[in-house]
């Protein structure tokens, strides 16, 4: 890239209805794992209309009332408007669950198996998954999608907080950042897309959406005379959620991580437990790369794992700083692989991810969150770097 360039990255609301799959998944996936820690859970739902359809392969003691997840979900996220055609009370809930594969379990399972080359656990499936962080902001994230996040955020607040009662749960938003020299110097563009009641006006949604969500959440001194600003744009948004998309979960996949800033390697996170790598691996290599650069061994940081289905060890490691290392990066590369473990098993107890926690992700990215409980965020290995290196 030149010294000169913008980035764009959006964000979506929790009535999005790619996100309102992603939400019932995750909820299924902590119901199971809140009575029962060793749940083997992959939750896919579909929603449409008035309908809702949860699938998987569920392996797991838990006692699940399916119908009222679905219902609990959709009623949290704010589909209880007369006006909805998908409504919590209303929906149509199918469910078409089965248990994993004897095939995959003993992949994943910490035992001998015919075949099988170790008797320790092994990952769920093949893959790659990458980690990414830059000292850009605060929370060790690139700007354009925490700008996007923090929009999305602010509209579900003021909505669920009842100040603003034309406001519908499906929302998009999108930030484009200008970039000096590597760094966020202005905000050229800011889009949001709400969905409204049938009476509000669009001047009344413009002006709401500039000063009390873009103007309240954005960096004032990135807010310049040229930033454009395109609300609604389409001029109504009233038909929107299931009613007028689908929704599958998995499909925000650079929602949930870096807006596009970094790789993905296209693997969904919601509604897997952590036996899956695509989840268990993708928030490993993000705790990794944090690390990095909260030890100030480089300004960005991009971390790339890839496992074989059923083997323990990961089958490559790879480190890529964009020439931002104040260290080189095989000295980096030494100490990552001195301070932590790649093994399945060894993330899972890293990180510990055997706990119902999955809700807090869903919505909003899955990096980037000031919340105790998403270990991955943490950084608590600086030390142990800094001295490996």
């Known amino acids: 890239m030149g010294n000169r360039y913008i980035f764009s990255s959006e964000s979506v609301g929790e009535g999005h209805p790619d996100k309102v799959a992603d939400t019932i998944s995750d909820a299924v996936l902590d119901a199971c794992l809140a009575q029962d820690k060793y749940s083997r859970v992959a939750c896919e739902t579909y929603v449409k209309s008035n309908v809702v359809i949860i699938g998987g392969e569920i392996t797991t003691k838990a006692k699940l009332d399916f119908v009222k997840i679905a219902r609990d979900s959709i009623r949290d996220i704010g589909y209880v408007n007369d006006d909805d055609v998908f409504h919590a009370d209303r929906v149509f809930v199918n469910v078409l669950v089965t248990q994993q594969s004897p095939d995959i379990a003993q992949g994943v399972d910490a035992r001998k198996a015919a075949g099988k080359k170790t008797a320790k656990q092994g990952a769920g499936d093949q893959g790659l998954m990458f980690g990414y962080a830059s ?10 999608i925490m700008f996007a996040h923090r929009l999305g955020r602010q509209l579900t607040k003021i909505r669920k907080q009842g100040k603003c009662g034309w406001l519908r749960p499906d929302a998009k938003s999108q930030v484009s950042v200008v970039y000096e020299n590597g760094k966020p110097v202005a905000i050229s563009n800011v889009v949001i897309s709400t969905q409204h009641a049938a009476d509000a006006k669009h001047g009344e949604i413009e002006k709401f959406c500039i000063e009390d969500v873009i103007r309240k959440v954005l960096p004032a001194k990135l807010l310049t005379d040229k930033t454009e600003f395109l609300i609604n744009p389409t001029g109504r948004f009233v038909v ?22 970094g790789r993905h390697g296209g693997g969904a996170f919601s509604g897997k437990d952590a036996t899956k790598v695509d989840r268990s691996a993708a928030y490993m290599a993000r705790w990794v790369a944090k690390n990095v650069v909260a030890a100030k061994l ?40 001195r301070v932590f473990s790649f093994q399945p098993a060894d993330i899972i107890d890293q990180l510990s991810l ?15 969150k000031n919340d105790k ?10 030390s142990a770097l800094l001295k490996a290196v």
């Open 354 to 368: 055997r706990r119902p926690i999955y809700s807090k992700t869903t919505n909003y990215g899955h990096f980037g």
């Open 298 to 337: 480089a300004d960005k940081c991009e971390v790339q794992f890839a496992y074989a289905i059923g083997h323990p060890d990961p089958v490559s490691v790879h480190v890529e700083t964009f020439g931002t290392a104040t260290v080189s990066d095989d000295r980096i590369i030494r100490a990552i692989n």
């Open 373 to 382: 409980d998403l270990t991955w965020e943490a950084t608590n290995k600086v």
């Open 240 to 261: 929107g959620g299931p009613q007028g998309d689908t929704g599958l979960t998995g499909r925000k996949i650079i929602v949930d991580s870096y807006g596009g800033m």
């Open 135 to 144: 000292n850009e902001t605060p929370e060790l994230m690139p700007a354009p």
